[in-house]
């Protein structure tokens, strides 16, 4: 097994391990870490094919991604937080009213 399929391997576990997260637990913040877990799979993917071919042009998507998640802590925190603030419960499920 050579590098490349070793990091392919890895990244979809990283991916898979996410996935599972968020489905499996009701953590608002456990699931908002998972999401990043998911996000680094893809991540590591795109770097492992890019080793691959030798083309930078995954570097973009991969540049992509991390704004992303950076967006995606930036506004999803201080979200988590305000429904903590206003019930005292981290659980997703004890947010009946956000549901449409």
């Known amino acids: 097994m050579d590098k490349v399929q070793l990091l392919v391997a890895l990244a979809a576990a990283l991916f898979a391990l996410g996935l599972l997260g968020v489905i499996v637990r ?29 083309e930078a042009s995954a570097a973009v ?26 019930k005292r419960v981290l659980d997703l499920d004890a947010y009946s009213d956000l549901r449409g």
């Open 61 to 86: 998507l991969v540049f992509l991604i991390f704004v992303v998640a950076a967006a995606e802590i930036a506004i999803g925190i201080p979200i988590v937080l305000l429904l903590v603030r206003r």
């Open 26 to 54: 009701r953590n608002a913040l456990v699931m908002l870490m998972c999401m990043e877990l998911m996000l680094n799979g893809v991540n590591l993917s795109l770097v492992s094919f890019m080793q691959q071919t030798g």
